[in-house]
């Protein structure tokens, strides 16, 4: 039975590559990272891998941090360049050839090319043969100094089973003919991503490496690495992974959402963090945390599960709006009100009312984008009708003539009260002789120039009565011509 120790205060990283946008898919990884780290009361650190001079950039980089922070996944510790860090790979390489566990391959891209068109031909996954295993040193060390293009390689040598206990899926066993003698050093002096990571991980004392089950197979190259520098092994743990719902793995390739992409939908950023927890069951999914720290103390890292994930966008969506209406309003007042000009009639409201405004409308919105659009009902004194809406509200002008009445017994600067907007409503229905939907109808149109929006209770209790009396006053300046009785 899979279990992760409790008594060992887990040194984790998340080390993406600075090509692109992160996107969900890996960010899964970070918050299991982290709140095992943090459970533990351990560290969580980041590296980033960016030895790809051509593909990564600055760019990527600060879509890294910045997605990060949004998360509020904090590294312990500054964050880890491997670009900056060449002699520690090279050093690491030096010491291996030393002790014979690494030689010099002067193979040319051709001579490799030709041993992957033979081994497909049979059928055989592309292996290199090793002939520049048996080079007499001396011969290597000439031709190194006469300037000759290499590589430098691990010598696994005879065929090896690389056998290790996964925390999350077991006993694993992979074979090492599954890759052959793999390149530790470009010959452009660069690590390659294996010699990078082992060396890294030494150190800066990572002691559980977590993440995707993808990486099985680069795992078995890392244990001979470790072996070879005369390590000691950390824990390994290979999660399912993050999949469509046609079973692809998310990827930027594939279009998987990035934080940014979360960020413009509106979804809150704890939703985010939850769902990413909870589909690997570690999480409870129907329980709203509110707070990273409450997510940390309900994780269970023995439920990490062994398959693959679906990703459900409707779900994170609907998990995010749960987030969104039990959030803290002042939070999203002090968020909105930056979009809000200073000579705007909302900021003649208290701040008590402004509050009351949000935490109703939140009722009948999932996320702060959909405040955004419908704050201007309350924040200005006009609205827009479309030319359909006033030819609509063209057929109730004893409704907005009544509804004018109604309103000119309420101090302007004043707000209704429930009871006050029910017998609002009562008088004009009164004197409109209407009811129902041809009541409520033609005031909500008045009132906000839309068929949909805020409840009609809400707009009568939250609109200042001056904004009301504007609204009714230019309609029935405009219907002027076609309402003799006033």
Same mark, same amino acid.
């Given at each position: 039975?899979?279990?992760?120790? &409790?008594? %060992?205060?887990?040194?984790?990283?998340?080390?993406?590559?600075?090509?692109?946008?992160?996107?969900?898919?890996?960010?899964?990884?970070?918050?299991?990272?982290?709140?095992?780290?943090?459970?533990?009361?351990?560290?969580?650190?980041?590296?980033?891998?960016?030895?790809?001079?051509?593909?990564?950039?600055? !760019?990527?980089?600060?879509?890294?941090?910045?997605?990060?922070?949004?998360?509020?996944?904090?590294?312990?510790?500054?964050?880890?360049?491997?670009?900056?860090?060449?002699? $520690?790979? #090279?050093?690491?390489?030096?010491?291996?050839?030393?002790?014979?566990?690494?030689?010099?391959?002067?193979?040319?891209?051709?001579?490799?090319?030709?041993?992957?068109?033979?081994?497909?031909?049979?059928?055989?996954?592309?292996?290199?043969?090793?002939?520049?295993?048996?080079?007499?040193?001396?011969?290597?060390?000439?031709?190194?100094?006469?300037?000759?293009?290499?590589?430098?390689?691990?010598?696994?040598?005879?065929?090896?089973?690389?056998?290790?206990?996964?925390?999350?899926?077991?006993?694993?066993?992979?074979?090492? &003919?599954?890759?052959?003698?793999?390149?530790? $050093?470009?010959?452009?002096?660069?690590?390659?991503?294996?010699?990078?990571?082992?060396?890294?991980?030494?150190?800066?004392?990572?002691?559980?490496?977590?993440?995707?089950?993808?990486?099985?197979?680069?795992?078995?190259?890392?244990?001979?690495?470790?072996?070879?520098?005369?390590?000691?092994?950390?824990?390994?743990?290979?999660?399912?992974?993050?999949?469509?719902?046609?079973?692809?793995?998310?990827?930027?390739?594939?279009?998987?959402?990035?934080?940014?992409?979360?960020?413009?939908?509106?979804?809150?950023?704890?939703?985010?963090?939850?769902?990413?927890?909870?589909?690997?069951?570690?999480?409870?999914?129907?329980?709203?945390?509110?707070?990273?720290?409450?997510?940390?103390?309900?994780?269970?890292?023995?439920?990490?599960? #062994?398959?693959?994930?679906?990703?459900?966008?409707?779900?994170?969506?609907?998990?995010?709006?749960?987030?969104?209406?039990?959030?803290?309003?002042?939070?999203?007042?002090?968020?909105?009100?930056?979009? %809000?000009?200073?000579?705007?009639?909302?900021?003649?409201?208290?701040?008590?009312?402004?509050?009351?405004?949000?935490?109703?409308?939140?009722?009948?919105?999932?996320?702060?984008?959909?405040?955004?659009? %419908?704050?201007?009902?309350?924040?200005?004194?006009?609205?827009?009708?479309?030319?359909?809406?006033?030819?609509?509200?063209?057929?109730?002008?004893?409704?907005?003539?009544?509804?004018?009445?109604?309103?000119?017994?309420?101090?302007?600067?004043?707000?209704?009260?429930?009871?006050?907007?029910?017998?609002?409503?009562?008088?004009?229905?009164?004197?409109?002789?209407?009811?129902?939907?041809?009541?409520?109808?033609?005031?909500?149109?008045?009132?906000?120039?839309?068929?949909?929006?805020?409840?009609? !209770?809400?707009?009568?209790?939250?609109?200042?009565?001056?904004?009301?009396?504007?609204?009714?006053?230019?309609?029935?300046?405009?219907?002027?011509?076609?309402?003799?009785?006033?």
């Amino acid at each position: 039975m899979k279990s992760f120790p &409790t008594n %060992i205060p887990w040194i984790t990283r998340f080390a993406p590559s600075p090509t692109g946008v992160v996107h969900l898919g890996n960010l899964r990884a970070a918050v299991l990272n982290f709140f095992l780290a943090r459970q533990s009361g351990g560290k969580f650190l980041l590296r980033l891998e960016d030895t790809d001079q051509e593909r990564s950039t600055f !760019a990527a980089e600060a879509s890294i941090l910045w997605s990060l922070s949004w998360l509020g996944l904090t590294p312990d510790e500054p964050v880890r360049h491997q670009s900056l860090r060449l002699s $520690l790979y #090279r050093n690491a390489v030096q010491e291996m050839l030393e002790a014979d566990q690494a030689y010099p391959c002067f193979c040319s891209e051709a001579d490799l090319e030709q041993e992957r068109a033979i081994a497909a031909s049979k059928g055989l996954p592309p292996r290199y043969s090793g002939r520049c295993a048996s080079l007499d040193p001396e011969e290597s060390a000439r031709r190194i100094a006469q300037g000759e293009n290499h590589v430098i390689r691990l010598r696994i040598g005879s065929s090896t089973q690389i056998c290790f206990t996964d925390l999350i899926k077991g006993a694993v066993t992979i074979p090492s &003919t599954a890759f052959g003698d793999f390149v530790l $050093l470009r010959s452009n002096g660069w690590p390659s991503y294996n010699l990078a990571v082992v060396v890294d991980d030494v150190d800066m004392g990572v002691n559980l490496v977590l993440r995707g089950e993808d990486h099985l197979t680069n795992t078995a190259r890392q244990i001979l690495l470790y072996q070879a520098m005369n390590k000691a092994l950390p824990a390994f743990a290979h999660h399912g992974l993050l999949v469509d719902n046609q079973g692809r793995k998310l990827s930027k390739r594939t279009g998987a959402l990035s934080v940014v992409d979360c960020m413009d939908m509106g979804l809150e950023p704890l939703a985010v963090v939850q769902y990413l927890a909870s589909l690997s069951g570690s999480l409870p999914s129907q329980q709203v945390f509110s707070s990273v720290e409450e997510m940390i103390h309900a994780f269970n890292p023995s439920a990490l599960g #062994r398959g693959n994930a679906v990703m459900h966008l409707e779900d994170l969506q609907n998990l995010s709006t749960r987030f969104f209406r039990l959030a803290d309003p002042a939070v999203h007042l002090e968020s909105l009100e930056k979009d %809000i000009a200073a000579q705007s009639p909302w900021r003649n409201f208290e701040r008590e009312h402004r509050l009351a405004i949000l935490t109703s409308l939140r009722e009948n919105a999932t996320q702060v984008t959909e405040l955004k659009k %419908i704050l201007p009902f309350f924040s200005s004194m006009d609205v827009c009708y479309s030319p359909a809406v006033l030819m609509e509200l063209r057929e109730h002008l004893p409704v907005l003539t009544a509804l004018h009445h109604a309103l000119a017994s309420s101090p302007l600067q004043s707000c209704l009260s429930q009871d006050q907007a029910k017998m609002l409503l009562q008088q004009v229905g009164r004197e409109a002789q209407v009811k129902g939907r041809q009541l409520y109808h033609p005031i909500r149109l008045a009132l906000t120039g839309s068929e949909q929006g805020p409840e009609l !209770a809400a707009l009568l209790t939250l609109l200042s009565v001056e904004q009301m009396v504007h609204r009714v006053d230019v309609l029935l300046h405009i219907f002027a011509p076609c309402n003799p009785k006033d």
